[in-house]
């Protein structure tokens, strides 16, 4: 191995060390920068190769701010809250429904404004329902992961529900309809039996009963949300999915889609504040909007792109490639099984980020070596994102969503140990990619799927 092999790699163990410790609360987005940086003095990567890598990621960093303005929009406007009071008025006093159906809650808003939005927003307010009806530290648990891990493993379906179906599909051209064919039958089953696992996990300490009074304070006698705001928000909702289809068929970047609606939610919002409609009441102000969104994350996803663009040096993307390849011609199940724990692992123990851009750059490299056949190809493609999707709840560091869950939930004095979190974590990650797996193996094989690439 030469300087920039030596270099680059030692670049990225740096990195992922800062990621890892962040030291003096160093952020994950100040960590990856410095990897970017030093990458760039040692010339591990040119600011040719640098440029190329934003190319290649900007629909999803926009897409990804998009989302997370119209979730941070519609939660000042109180739709999530109203949505979470709707839960609990439907589960009537049962603490077991009452799981259920925030699972369902947190796997809807997952798929629709991403696990990262659905991670920042809801814990919040499911730590504020558990507290408000007095459910005890053990018992809450079982609400607290279907916040976390459910609402990570929803993000499966559509290409928007997560940053990494974005950029995997930027990466290889097919579109919103196509991630939604192969993906939506395996979120249906990895959501259910997610759902069902953390219930078994838990089902002794759910309480069957909570005070349905207690519930009633909750609202406090008033609406969370105006019936104005609400009307427009669901109608914002139903446009944006119809936009998702219409630009897949027109092949237009997902990101105009939901950044149009962001800002068209946000000029609704901002009239609302103005005075200028019929919406009232009294709200946050816009640059206390801007400030919620993460920009940490959009920092993260560049720089930590641009230092995994110098692994190309140590030839780490050629020897994941051959792995990859090999693995995919494993028989039956395990052409599909296997390549999807290869991902994992990596996924699990460096987060899933690098790894998704190291396994895109690997399949890339496979399209251009290997002669691979269009299913072989496709099983890659949609196994590295099972891989990053579901296999990092693992370990805590896999997953960004995880992290900010945890983040989340101690910042309100509530916290997970490693142990508490590796029992339901390593054993919910191995059975989700297991079943999504099976249910991608059975597209390929018995109903001959295959990307058009």
């Known amino acids: 191995m030469?300087?920039?092999?030596?270099?680059?790699?030692?670049?990225?163990?740096?990195?992922?060390?800062?990621?890892?410790?962040?030291?003096?609360?160093?952020?994950?987005?100040?960590?990856?920068?410095?990897?970017?940086?030093?990458?760039?003095?040692?010339?591990?990567v040119s600011l040719g190769e640098a440029a190329q890598a934003f190319m290649e990621i900007w629909d999803a960093a926009l897409a990804f701010i998009g989302i997370v303005a119209f979730s941070v929009v519609l939660d000042a406007m109180g739709f999530f809250k109203?949505?979470?009071?709707?839960?609990?008025?439907?589960?009537?006093?049962?603490?077991?429904?009452?799981?259920?159906?925030?699972?369902?809650?947190?796997?809807?808003?997952?798929?629709?404004f991403a696990n990262d939005s659905a991670v920042l927003i809801l814990t919040p307010i499911v730590l504020e329902i558990i507290s408000q009806l007095k459910i005890d530290s053990d018992g809450r648990l079982a609400y607290l992961f279907s916040a976390g891990l459910i609402a990570d493993t929803a993000a499966m379906?559509?290409?928007?529900?997560?940053?990494?179906?974005?950029?995997?599909?930027?990466?290889?051209?097919?579109?919103?309809?196509?991630?939604?064919?192969?993906?939506a039958p395996v979120a249906v089953v990895t959501i259910a039996s997610s759902l069902l696992l953390v219930y078994v996990f838990f089902r002794q300490k759910i309480p069957k009963n909570y005070d349905r009074e207690l519930a009633d304070i909750l609202s406090n006698g008033t609406q969370p949300i105006a019936p104005n705001l609400?009307?427009?928000?669901?109608?914002?909702?139903?446009?944006?999915?119809?936009?998702?289809?219409?630009?897949?068929?027109?092949?237009?970047?997902?990101?105009?889609?939901?950044?149009?609606?962001?800002?068209?939610?946000?000029?609704?919002?901002?009239?609302?504040?103005?005075?200028?409609?019929?919406?009232k009441g009294e709200r946050k102000g816009i640059l206390a909007l801007a400030k919620e969104i993460n920009w940490d994350i959009v920092l993260f996803m560049l720089s930590i792109f641009i230092v995994v663009q110098g692994l190309r040096n140590a030839y780490i993307i050629e020897l994941l490639s051959s792995t990859l390849v090999a693995t995919s011609a494993f028989p039956s199940l395990l052409s599909v099984l296997a390549p999807s724990l290869v991902v994992t692992v990596g996924a699990s123990f460096m987060n899933n980020w690098p790894m998704t851009i190291l396994g895109l750059m690997a399949i890339r490299q496979a399209m251009a070596?290997?002669?691979?056949?269009?299913?072989?190809?496709?099983?890659?493609?949609?196994?590295n994102i099972i891989g990053n999707n579901l296999g990092p709840h693992f370990f805590p560091l896999g997953s960004l969503a995880i992290l900010m869950w945890l983040e989340t939930m101690?910042?309100?004095?509530?916290?997970?140990?490693?142990?508490?979190?590796?029992?339901?974590?390593?054993?919910?990650?191995?059975?989700?990619?297991?079943?999504?797996?099976l249910v991608l193996w059975i597209e390929l094989s018995i109903f001959g799927f295959c990307l058009n690439l």
């Open 82 to 112: 109203w949505a979470a009071l709707q839960v609990v008025k439907l589960a009537r006093g049962s603490g077991v429904r009452l799981y259920f159906y925030v699972s369902l809650l947190t796997a809807a808003v997952s798929i629709l």
């Open 157 to 183: 379906p559509l290409i928007t529900s997560n940053p990494i179906n974005i950029v995997s599909a930027d990466f290889f051209k097919y579109s919103f309809v196509d991630h939604l064919v192969f993906m």
């Open 230 to 279: 609400l009307k427009v928000s669901v109608a914002t909702l139903i446009a944006i999915d119809v936009g998702y289809v219409l630009a897949s068929w027109n092949r237009v970047p997902v990101s105009i889609v939901i950044c149009s609606s962001a800002l068209f939610l946000l000029t609704v919002y901002w009239m609302s504040l103005r005075g200028i409609s019929s919406f």
């Open 410 to 437: 101690r910042r309100k004095g509530v916290r997970i140990g490693l142990r508490d979190y590796l029992k339901v974590g390593s054993i919910l990650s191995i059975v989700e990619v297991a079943m999504a797996s």
């Open 2 to 44: 030469d300087y920039l092999g030596v270099a680059a790699l030692g670049v990225f163990v740096v990195t992922l060390f800062l990621m890892i410790k962040r030291p003096r609360g160093l952020k994950l987005g100040y960590a990856a920068s410095v990897g970017a940086a030093a990458s760039l003095l040692l010339g591990t």
């Open 369 to 383: 070596t290997a002669g691979l056949s269009g299913q072989a190809l496709t099983g890659l493609i949609f196994s």
